[in-house]
Nanobody, 129 residues
Framework: VQLQASGGGLVQAGDSLRLSCRASGRTFNRYALGWFRQAPGKEREFVAAIGGSGVNALSTYYADFVKGRFTISRDDTAKTVYLQMDRLEPEDTAVFYC????????????????????WGQGTLVTVSS
């Protein structure tokens, strides 16, 4: 599967932004999807994930630093995963990457980078104070 992320840009603190990641290929609903980010000079880190079909279908997980501000969702018809980001802070400035992992029906939702098989190219989010 190929992933194409979009929606990044320059915003002010307190603003909202929605990232999109469109996938190619079939059986999109069988993929767990995640968002990660890499701030300047820092390691890439987990942001949010959502399950595919199976026992964890549509289960969502968030990093503590985004809980209550970010929302991950998916539209399997459009083969797209979204990251709605509200109340953005300058500390959220980073390149955001989407990722996908083909999952079996009973697999837990992956939250580690090494668990993901496919990655998008990244989209830059810059939050000014």
């Amino acid at each position: 599967v190929q992933l194409q992320a979009s929606g990044g840009g320059l915003v002010q603190a307190g603003d909202s932004l929605r990232l999109s990641c469109r996938a190619s290929g079939r059986t999109f609903n069988r993929y767990a999807l995640g968002w990660f980010r890499q701030a300047p000079g820092k390691e890439r880190e987990f942001v949010a994930a959502i399950g595919g079909s199976g026992v964890n279908a549509l289960s969502t997980y968030y990093a503590d630093f985004v809980k209550g501000r970010f929302t991950i969702s998916r539209d399997d018809t459009a083969k797209t995963v979204y990251l709605q980001m509200d109340r953005l802070e300058p500390e959220d400035t980073a390149v955001f990457y989407c990722a996908a992992k083909y999952t079996i029906l009973t697999a837990p939702v992956p939250t580690l980078q090494l668990q993901y098989d496919f990655w998008g190219q990244g989209t830059l989010v810059t939050v000014s104070s």
